[in-house]
Nanobody
Framework: VQLQAYGGGLVQAGGSLRLSCVLSRRIYSNTAMGWFRQAPGQGREFVAAMGGNRINYADSVKGRFAISKDSAKNTVYLQMYSLKPEDTAIYFC????????????????WGQGTQVTVSS
């Protein structure tokens, strides 16, 4: 299984970006898709995940980010609004079979990451 994330870029604080993650196969009903991020010098942090009828968000992004999917395109999106400089990080998408948990270690498949930079 391969994942490819894209859509990152440079944006001013308060702006928006939409990240996309394409899976090399169909997103099955028991497939959980997650977004994580890693800022310089920090560990990988959970951002959002969806699977089945469940969606989870990190507290830091609730109300600002939205995860969604287009099953016909095998694609998961992360729509980011009201971006802040502290959202600056490399964003990774990941997949696992099971529930949309928040632990990065539970995800088996990872994309290559896309850089998001938010300027103040």
């Amino acid at each position: 299984v391969q994942l490819q994330a894209y859509g990152g870029g440079l944006v001013q604080a308060g702006g928006s970006l939409r990240l996309s993650c394409v899976l090399s196969r169909r997103i099955y009903s028991n497939t959980a898709m997650g977004w994580f991020r890693q800022a310089p010098g920090q560990g990988r942090e959970f951002v959002a995940a969806m699977g089945g009828n469940r969606i989870n968000y990190a507290d830091s992004v609730k109300g600002r980010f939205a995860i969604s999917k287009d099953s016909a395109k095998n694609t998961v999106y992360l729509q980011m609004y009201s971006l802040k400089p502290e959202d600056t990080a490399i964003y990774f998408c990941a997949a696992r079979e099971g529930s949309p948990v928040t632990a990065s270690s539970a995800y088996e498949f990872w994309g290559q990451g896309t850089q998001v930079t938010v300027s103040s």
